[in-house]
């Protein structure tokens, strides 16, 4: 069961992300080089509906909550190792193998990459374990830090993401 | 007149994507048992594992130990994403063999050896950085983002930084 939900629910997702063109390199190299924020409205978009069924799914609860800890040395190095390998290559992980898939024949390139970098990583993960765990600080939600309802988190969110896309719409980006 | 080539609105199609997460922690909830949420960059770890046990038989290797060689939910929905790009572009046509892709072209010139590299190399930092910050823009950008989870919008905030800076150090003139 846990297969068939995994492959079913890729196939969409897959599906909807080649449909909003968002897993071309082009698309999201024009995102950090603010010239087509077509990523940008699709995240957005994707988490602002998200965030509210998660939320009242979770406060009824009918699910639990999968948070990663907030771990300081290794969100911001790794973060920043990503955005440089991102701008390099134009795709993300899960892209990577969806414009694959659309014939982009150079993302196979990506791929190889992503694959061996994720073994470098593996065979040093001993040594790479003090920095990812340096500043961490557990397994926090936003509305938990600042102890108000998620649900003034959401509203927050929902005014910035107006905002921006009044912006882009504005710009015509 | 460029010819516009038809593509799903991306605020639809995010707002597609945030449905589907949803539907996807209830129905795995139910189901399985276990919420599940969107994320892909794990799976090229595994990836890199079984193809290193070809080789070497490291079942000492800690990292792979901790995340599991098997075919899981994750696996299945990275497999699903490929298939769902196979299909949805052979029928609407989107597919196309690309060798280097139209930005790149500008800037760099129709070099597919030059692209393969750079692909490669910016590969293993995307690896790198996705494993050092645990999660890509699927598993922090979505899924963490849509539980309001504290790490993932830093995460959000560094690998979007970080890849503003480094693409417009790359791409600009």
Known sequence: MEVLLGLVFGIIFGSILTLAKVIRYEKQVSAVLFKDMTIIKFMFSAVLVGSIGITVLYQMGLIELNLKPLALGGIIIGGILFGLGWSLTGYCPGTSLAALAEGRIHAIFAVMGMIFGSLIFANFYSYLKPLINFGNMGKLTIYQALNVSPFVIILILAIFALGLFYFFEKKRI | ?173
């Open chain 2, 1 to 173: 007149m460029i010819m516009k080539e038809k593509s799903l609105n991306p605020y639809v199609g995010g707002a597609l994507i945030g449905l589907l997460a949803i539907a996807l922690a209830y129905l795995s909830s139910i189901l399985i048992g276990e919420t599940k949420f969107f994320g892909t960059s794990t799976t090229f770890a595994k990836m890199s594992g079984m193809i290193q046990n070809l080789f070497f038989s490291s079942s000492s290797n800690e990292y792979f130990n901790r995340i599991t060689l098997r075919i899981d939910w994750q696996f299945m929905f990275v497999i699903g994403i490929f298939l769902g790009s196979l299909i949805t572009s052979l029928i609407t046509g989107s597919f196309k063999i690309e060798l280097v892709p139209p930005i790149f072209k500008e800037r760099f010139g129709d070099n597919f050896l030059l692209r393969a590299t750079l692909a490669f190399i910016g590969g293993i930092f995307v690896a790198l950085g996705a494993r050092l910050a645990d999660g890509c823009p699927s598993g922090h950008g979505l899924s963490g983002m849509m539980q309001l989870s504290l790490s993932s919008l830093l995460a959000v905030i560094v690998f979007f930084t970080s890849a503003i800076i480094f693409a417009n150090l790359i791409y600009r003139r």
